[in-house]
Structure formats: C-alpha cells, structure tokens
C-alpha cells in the first residue's frame, strides 16, 4: 500500500525503523503475523512499548510471547488537518488505542480498518465505540508490516 496507490511512490508514511535494537523483534514477529508482547524473563510482567529493563523488576532479561491478538477497543482519535501531507489526504481518519484481551494494560496504537490493506478512513469514525472488541490484522506498508485492528 502506498498513499497514492502507486506502489512507485516515494516513501512518505511513518514507519518504524525494523533494525531498532529494542524493537527489532515486535517487527519481525508482526511479518510473520504474530503479534509478539515483550515479557520480563524473569517476573513475568508484559510490557509495550518496548524497551529494555522491566519497569517492576528491573531485569534486563525479556522474551517475546505471542498474544491472542484479540482486544477492545480502550479510546479513539479523529486526527484532523492540519497533518502530514500524506496523512491529510485520508483526514478524518480514525487512530484507536486497543487493549489486549489477556492484558488490558497492554495497549497498541492502529488503526481500525474493515479489510487487512483497507484505507485509514474507510471505518466511520462515528460508529467506533469504547470497548468494542477488535482483532489484529497485518498490512505490508512499504518494507513494514503493520499491526491494524478489524471489528471481531
Ligand atoms: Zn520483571
């Protein structure tokens, strides 16, 4: 997917850098469809976004669990212009905030899309409710794969 549907396009979207030492793992993981939580090796705790010491324990140790990849949602946005040119096109768009189902305080930020390669405003923002149970899907953005959110 491009902005213009030209997959010859220049690369404007934001886009994670996959070679992060941190979050390498969560990228490569979401390419192959699994969407990974960091967990501290030693006490357990998920933790997101990334980083690298466990914020209860202190460990430096953590793998990566695959999750159910099932949420609700927990709040929503409607970025509006002015944005990012490439953004702007799409305004207003719809940016939720899910909550994992096995872990509520874990939380991505997406996009709630009805199809995986669907468009960022093809939901009506004004039908999104708090809590509503969503699912992850993968779309291929430039060299990323990145999670989204589907109604469940
Ligand atoms: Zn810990």
Do not use: K
Not at 17 to 23: F, G, T
Not at 26 to 44: H, K, Y
Not at 100 to 105: H, K, N, R, V, Y
Not at 120 to 137: F, K
């Amino acid at each position: 997917m491009s902005p213009t549907g030209d997959p010859s396009a220049a690369p404007t979207w934001l886009l994670p850098d996959l070679d992060d030492e941190i979050s390498a793992p969560f990228w490569a993981g979401a390419a192959r469809g699994e969407l990974l939580v960091q967990t501290c090796a030693a006490c357990g705790r998920r933790r997101m976004p990334p980083r690298p010491m466990c914020p209860v324990c202190r460990s430096l140790e953590s793998d990566w669990v695959a999750s159910s990849g099932r949420g609700a949602v927990w709040s929503f946005a409607v970025p509006h212009p002015p944005l990012l040119a490439t953004y702007a096109e799409f305004a207003p768009y719809n940016v939720v905030v899910v909550a994992l189902e096995e872990d509520p305080s874990i939380r991505f930020v997406g996009n709630l899309v009805a199809a995986p390669d669907g468009p960022i405003n093809e939901i009506d923002p004004a039908t999104i409710e708090i809590g509503e149970r969503v699912e992850v899907v993968f779309a291929g953005v430039e060299d990323v794969m990145l999670p989204r959110w589907r109604r469940a």
